[in-house]
T-cell receptor
Framework: EAGVAQSPRYKIIEKRQSVAFWCNPISGHATLYWYQQILGQGPKLLIQFQNNGVVDDSQLPKDRFSAERLKGVDSTLKIQPAKLEDSAVYLC???????????FGPGTRLLVL | AQSVTQLDSQVPVFEEAPVELRCNYS??????LFWYVQYPNQGLQLLLK??????LVKGINGFEAEFNKSQTSFHLRKPSVHISDTAEYFCAVSGTYKYIFGTGTRLKVLA
């Protein structure tokens, strides 16, 4: 069974530029999560999808971050414009359903200069 | 509301010694509890989980955890650690649909 795929693995941009991350979850997993993990901290949930609907985006900075999961399968997370404090690893995870074991992708390491 | 507290940010331990990583939670509803491990430069992976039933849960790599409802704890233990156990360990709680991670405990196994 293929795992959660993420791309790119690394990205370096300058502040005020935009960036997009892509995630392809495990086939059949209804729930998809995006997390931000700042160095030395635990993952912070940015947004949770159930199929193609948003379940929780309470911690997503909506003035600059957006995410979509149009067909209930893969998902894109965008930052526009980026700030220095957005430097972090962005993790995508999927699970068969709400509250179940999450399977994580390798993450995208973002550096904003 | 739910919360997770990992009391120790770093735990150094000698190889072959036992270790316990502490996790406490609070929730107004029934919860599922998880421990995830993150090896250096790798993604998170599940160590073990408690959903229901026996309060002692066994996971991969010789780890186990005990769910204690009265103390709202889910501490992770291993009787004898190896150098390869050096990693960051995250406790997580899931109730209704929210999934919350603790801040992590960095386990450093010393030779």
């Amino acid at each position: 069974e293929a795992g959660v795929a993420q791309s790119p693995r690394y990205k370096i941009i300058e502040k005020r530029q935009s960036v997009a991350f892509w995630c392809n979850p495990i086939s059949g997993h209804a729930t998809l999560y995006w997390y931000q993990q700042i160095l030395g901290q635990g993952p912070k949930l940015l947004i949770q999808f159930q199929n193609n609907g948003v379940v929780d985006d309470s911690q997503l900075p909506k003035d600059r971050f957006s995410a979509e999961r149009l067909k209930g399968v893969d998902s894109t997370l965008k930052i526009q414009p980026a700030k220095l404090e957005d430097s972090a690893v962005y993790l995508c995870a999927s699970s068969p359903g709400r509250g179940e074991t999450q399977y994580f992708g390798p993450g995208t390491r973002l550096l904003v200069l | 509301a739910q919360s997770v507290t990992q009391l120790d940010s770093q735990v150094p331990v000698f190889e072959e010694a036992p270790v316990e990583l502490r996790c406490n939670y609070s929730s107004s509803v029934s919860v599922y509890l998880f421990w995830y491990v993150q090896y250096p430069n790798q993604g998170l992976q599940l160590l073990l989980k408690y959903l229901s039933g026996s309060t002692l849960v066994k996971g991969i790599n010789g780890f186990e955890a005990e769910f204690n409802k009265s103390q709202t704890s889910f501490h992770l233990r291993k009787p004898s650690v190896h150098i390869s156990d050096t990693a960051e360990y995250f406790c997580a709680v899931s109730g209704t649909y929210k999934y919350i991670f603790g801040t992590g405990t960095r386990l450093k196994v010393l030779a």
